[in-house]
């Protein structure tokens, strides 16, 4: 997990120990990152980090040039994947009166629906009672594999026929569990191409019903720039206010993750890496760079 993105910064550091010239390796640094999966702007404000925090600095001694080397990516890194404001889900949770609703967004194929059901398990294990709304309507198959998943972890779904309006499952779904004083409302939403007008509609539609607590996007951390695409579309046309990566088990290049929460200023809050139901982890910031800067 990261290999690509530890070798990027690794090629980095040599280069410069060797080389005693940043301009040079700062050329390669950007071009390896845009490689991996690292979005040009936020490549762009990684280089002109280090090159200003090397302004009048000598590099010369091989020991002294290391450690500056490592403190100013970290430091860097640090800062891209630190939100704006930081999330503290359960315990808005706990003091949320009514119902919690969270709504989730992402296209086809990113594993949305599956994280929705991790995610309803892991606040099940905290002590939340959950439902969730199938409100992707769109496709047959999205209500099946909703009920499926959820049905797998105790999760009841609220749904309606296909085709149906996927805001009035949203209503139905909320209004069930004030009933029942149910603590959290999961809703699914379809999940066609972020350039589908009638999508941004739906789900603007969606969430003026649902008045939603939160807003996560849930993001392929395989899919490079294209989930950084999809992210900034919902950011513009829905609003998002924290992010889930999935398959970071896979052989992500790691570049995903400083992209979108540079692009969003929003958290990451979990990390999909599994299959099963409590393969979804916090999202660790010191973790993931001491993870990526290691070998350096």
């Not at 991996?36 to 702007?41: E, G, K």
């Not at 892991?122 to 496709?139: E, I, N």
């Not at 009841?156 to 209503?171: L, Q, T």
């Not at 046309?237 to 790691?254: M, Y």
Request: glycine share 4%; hydrophobic share 45%.
């Amino acid at each position: 997990m990261l290999e690509k993105l530890k070798n990027v910064f690794s090629t980095f550091v040599k280069k410069t120990l060797t080389e005693k010239k940043l301009d040079a390796a700062i050329n390669d640094l950007r071009i390896l990152l845009i490689s991996n999966d690292v979005a040009i702007d936020t490549a762009d404000e990684i280089c002109s980090k280090i090159i200003e925090s090397f302004k009048g600095e000598q590099l010369s001694r091989f020991s002294s040039t290391r450690k500056m080397l490592f403190e100013t990516l970290k430091e860097i890194i640090t800062e891209i994947l630190t939100p704006e404001k930081k999330i503290d889900l359960l315990a808005e949770i706990k003091k949320k009166s009514q119902p919690y609703v969270i709504v989730f967004l992402g296209v086809n194929g990113t594993g949305k629906t599956t994280t929705m059901a991790k995610v309803a398990h892991f606040l099940k294990k905290k002590g939340f009672s959950v439902v969730a709304a199938a409100a992707d309507t769109f496709r047959a198959a999205a209500i099946e594999q909703l009920s499926y998943h959820m049905e797998n972890v105790g999760i009841r779904v609220i749904k309606h026929e296909y085709k149906s309006d996927p805001a009035s499952v949203v209503y139905d779904t909320i209004e069930h569990a004030k009933a029942k004083k149910i603590d959290v409302v999961l809703v699914d939403t379809a999940g066609r191409q972020v350039t589908d007008k009638n999508l941004m509609i739906e789900i603007q539609k969606i969430c003026r019903v649902a008045q939603p607590d939160l807003v996560i996007f849930v993001g392929d951390s395989l899919a490079g720039n294209d989930a950084l695409f999809q992210a900034k579309e919902f950011k513009k046309h829905v609003g998002i206010d924290a992010n889930i990566l999935t398959k970071l088990d896979a052989d992500a290049k790691g570049g995903a993750a400083l992209s979108i929460s540079y692009e969003t200023k929003k958290p990451i809050l979990w990390c999909g890496v599994g299959q099963k139901y409590d393969d979804l982890e916090l999202f660790d910031i010191d973790l993931f760079v001491s993870n990526i800067l290691e070998i350096i």
